[in-house]
Structure formats: C-alpha cells, structure tokens
Nanobody, 114 residues
Framework: QVQLVESGGGLVQPGGSLRLSCTVSGRSLNTFMMAWYRQAPGKQRELVASINPVDSTTYVDSVKGRFTITRDSAKNTVYLQMNSLKPEDTAKYYC????????WGQGTQVTVSS
C-alpha cells in the first residue's frame, strides 16, 4: 500500500521561505515520477512541480525561479524548497505520483501573509 506523508507547511510572511517534505512508502522514487500539487480554497488542484527518476524537473510558470523540487532516494522523500513566497502561494500542498496516482495524503497547509 502506497502512503504519502506531507509536512513542513506553516505561516510565513511574504518573501519568506519554507521547505516541504513528502515521505513515500510502498513505491520507489527511483521508478516513478513524483510531483507537488497545491489547492487553494475555491480553486482546482494544480501541479506545481515534478521530478522524474533521472532528476529532470518541471515547474508551473508561476513558481519558476522561486521553487525547487528535489528528491532523496535513500530516504524515499521528495522536497519542495519554496523561496520568495507570495500571498498567492497560499494553498494546501500535496505530493503524488502523476502516473499512476495513488490515494492523496492529508497535505500540508502553506499560508503566506503579513
């Protein structure tokens, strides 16, 4: 059974930084692409960043240059380093495999506010 556990969210002022973690059990990051998603209230969930088994990454335009996705194969964990945070980054953040996806975790809330 695949399990995803997200952590690292919190309240941060505009311009601040956070690092999110996603610990995966039951499926290897060396085999499958992994992604971070976010969902703001009243909006659809969007894919923010992805990383494949050879560490090729993609980002949605709104976070390019500010967010960095990385993975630690030994820990089977994916990270999202978020810098220069903006109020519009406020959302609940989730990790999941784009293909095939598994059950969603509980996510971690990121709130950017002064």
């Amino acid at each position: 059974q695949v399990q995803l556990v997200e952590s690292g969210g919190g309240l941060v002022q505009p311009g601040g930084s956070l690092r999110l973690s996603c610990t995966v059990s039951g499926r290897s990051l060396n085999t499958f692409m992994m992604a971070w998603y976010r969902q703001a209230p009243g909006k659809q969930r969007e894919l923010v960043a992805s990383i494949n088994p050879v560490d090729s990454t993609t980002y949605v335009d709104s976070v390019k240059g500010r967010f960095t996705i990385t993975r630690d194969s030994a820990k089977n964990t994916v990270y999202l380093q978020m810098n220069s945070l903006k109020p519009e980054d406020t959302a609940k953040y989730y990790c999941n495999f784009p293909n095939p996806p598994t059950a969603w975790g509980q996510g971690t809330q990121v709130t950017v506010s002064s």
